[in-house]
Each structure stands twice: as structure tokens, then as C-alpha cells.
């Protein structure tokens, strides 16, 4: 069975900013993904915000490069007026994490949300893990 798996921005960003201890678990998550094991999505508005952080650690220049790799792994899904209509109803306190947990709620064929910030999506309709809690649970990590 291959995992669906919706990644929260901040997991992304770790892996492309290094972030000491969250960048391996991304990795190997990653590399799952390059070996079919699993199967990775993100909302189209995450790309916005990994290009505007991962920029200051790496230029502009690097930055274009690792978006163009990151979507290689992973499938965009689309954000539009129902995401965000059901973003704005579904009372997350941060309005991005609301939008994120309505696009993977409209793909219908998600496992989970994967984010280092469980208690950002306590409202989630969808199962929580972290990478790391994830990978447990596969006996890799």
C-alpha cells in the first residue's frame, strides 16, 4: 500500500533549510517518494512560502532550482475559491494551516497530514504525524 501523504509547508522548509533535527526525517521521507513507497502533496500556496524562506538561505538562483526538484517528488494540488472558502470557516488559528488541511481535505484520497506543529491542526478531520512519528511507524525512522 502506498502512504498519501500531505505535507505541511514547515516540513518542507526544514528540508530545504537543513533545520537540525528536522531536515533527515524529511529526507528519508523524500526518498520514499523517489522510491514509490509513498506518495507526497502539497497546497499550491505552500510553494509561495518555501520560495520566500528557503530564498534567504540559499538566493534566489538555488531557491528556482530546489523548487524545481521538490516538485519532482511531490504532487501540487490545487488551492482555489472552495479551499480557501472552507478555509475561512474552518476556525484554524493560522490562516495558512486552514488552507493547507481544506486542499488536502478536497484531494479525498489523503492518509494524513504530515507537520512538526500537531497542535496547529488540533481541528484536523484528518489523522496528524510527525516525519518522525511517521517513519516509526513504517520501522525506518
Keep these: 500500500m502506498v502512504h498519501k ?3 505541511d509547508t514547515d516540513v518542507v522548509i526544514d528540508f530545504f533549510t ?3 533535527p528536522h531536515a533527515a526525517p524529511m529526507g528519508a521521507l523524500f526518498e520514499l517518494a523517489h522510491q514509490q513507497k509513498v506518495q507526497l502533496f502539497i497546497s499550491a ?3 509561495n512560502n518555501i520560495y520566500y524562506v528557503v530564498r ?3 538566493g ?4 528556482i532550482g530546489i523548487l524545481k526538484t521538490l516538485l519532482e517528488w511531490v504532487v501540487v494540488a490545487g488551492t482555489g475559491k472552495e479551499e480557501v472558502l472552507k478555509a475561512l470557516e474552518n476556525d484554524f488559528a493560522d490562516f495558512e494551516d486552514g488552507i493547507q488541511h481544506a486542499t488536502a481535505l478536497q484531494l479525498g484520497k489523503v492518509d494524513l497530514i504530515l ?3 500537531i497542535k496547529d491542526f488540533k481541528k484536523s478531520e484528518l489523522p496528524l504525524m ?3 512519528d511517521f517513519l516509526k511507524l513504517l520501522k525506518i525512522g
Design 5 to 7: 501523504i500531505f505535507l
Design 115 to 117: 507537520t512538526r506543529n
Design 130 to 132: 510527525t516525519p518522525v
Design 56 to 58: 534567504k538561505y540559499a
Design 45 to 47: 500556496v505552500s510553494i
Design 60 to 63: 534566489h538562483v538555488k531557491t
Design 18 to 20: 537543513d533545520r537540525y
